[in-house]
């Protein structure tokens, strides 16, 4: 198995602009999760879906934030507008019905907003 | 409410030595526990978790991490590391009371061995 699969590895774009992080789960894994990892606040959960619906999105920082997971192989993380303190590594994870704890992380993307 | 704490924001060991990067942590009833590592420019691994049953938990390569409902923590531990254990530690709890899932992760821990 590929593992998860995060697009792109690095994006840096301008105050203002949309930005749109994209993710495939490992086949099979029923949970999805976006996390944000920065030194100031460490590893943050946004947001997690079960069978493509999202169960807790209180992590999601505020509206400019979405995610959505359309099929069970593809989910999309989006800032609009994006702001400099939104600049982070943003991680995907996935797992499995049989084992929800033991996550699957992608090797994430590395968000800067100038 | 979960909680996890990791005293120590940085560990070094020399190559061979034992090595123990410390967790304590603070849930309503009994916890899951779990241990990640992460390597540069990577995302989290995992390596073990506790969720019930004997408080010695082993993981992959080598780790393992002892649980201890007393002092609420789970330590993970090496008998002897190796330079490639290098890398930043991540303990995570969840209150199996919570939605599936959703854990808490400690700020992490940075394990360096040296040859």
């Known amino acids: 198995d590929a593992g998860v699969i995060q697009s792109p590895r690095h994006e840096v774009t301008e105050m203002g602009q949309e930005v749109t992080l994209r993710c495939k789960p490992i086949s099979g894994h029923d949970y999805l999760f976006w996390y944000r990892q920065t030194m100031m606040r460490g590893l943050e959960l946004l947001i997690y879906?079960?069978?493509?619906?999202?169960?807790?999105d209180s992590g999601m920082p505020e509206d400019r934030f979405s995610a959505k997971m359309p099929n069970a192989s593809f989910s999309t993380l989006k800032i609009q507008p994006s702001e400099p303190r939104d600049s982070a590594v943003y991680f995907c994870?996935?797992?499995?019905?049989?084992?929800?704890?033991?996550?699957?992380f992608g090797p994430g993307t590395r968000l800067t907003v100038t | 409410a979960q909680s996890v704490a990791q005293p120590e924001d940085q560990v070094n060991v020399a190559e061979g030595n034992p090595l123990t990067v410390k967790c304590t942590y603070s849930v309503s009833g009994n916890p899951y526990l779990f241990w990640y590592v992460q390597y540069p420019n990577r995302g989290l691994q995992f390596l073990l978790k506790?969720?019930?049953?004997?408080?010695l938990v082993k993981g992959s390569y080598g780790f393992e991490a002892e649980f201890n409902k007393s002092q609420t923590s789970f330590h993970l531990k090496k008998p002897s590391a190796l330079v490639s254990d290098s890398a930043l530690y991540f303990c995570?709890?969840?209150?199996?009371?919570?939605?599936?899932?959703?854990?808490?992760f400690g700020d992490g821990t940075t394990l360096t061995v040296k040859p």
């Open positions: 879906f079960n069978n493509n619906v999202p169960i807790d």
């Open positions: 994870a996935s797992s499995a019905r049989t084992s929800i704890d033991e996550q699957y």
């Open positions: 506790y969720i019930t049953g004997d408080n």
């Open positions: 995570a709890v969840r209150d199996p009371n919570t939605n599936a899932g959703k854990s808490t």
